[in-house]
């Protein structure tokens, strides 16, 4: 779907109403053919605003991390880092079922949305064997 073509509401909307329902996508762009996220209205490589809404593999690698230190009843510590999915693009997100210490630079991931109250987002899980 171009976001020309896209229901009513700007592609930031239509990206988190996506990921309310379970579905992550990134863009892909019809001009030059590169992905893109964060979603935008015209593509970052070439200006076009022929830009698809597309469903990533998901499989991605950990290109940096640091972990955010919280006491115990504040919820306690947590990862913070930034994956780069195998179709070139990265995101902030977080490696959850694993302790934070445990996410490593270079670590393979893959992403599934998971939901906090009726926002759904984009976290990742550690590949089997990682």
Known sequence: ???T???SGGILARHQAALNAGQFLIQRCGACHEHVYFP???CPHC???TLDLVAPAGAGTVHAVTTVRRKADAG??????IVELDEGVRLMSRVEG???D???IGQRV???VARVGEQGLVVFDPEAGQ
């Open 1 to 3: 779907m171009a976001s």
């Open 5 to 7: 073509d896209l229901a």
């Open 40 to 42: 935008r209205e015209v």
């Open 47 to 49: 200006g076009s605003n």
């Open 76 to 81: 306690g510590d947590y990862n913070v880092c």
């Open 98 to 100: 694993v302790t934070p």
């Open 102 to 104: 445990a996410v490593r």
């Open 110 to 112: 893959r992403a599934r």
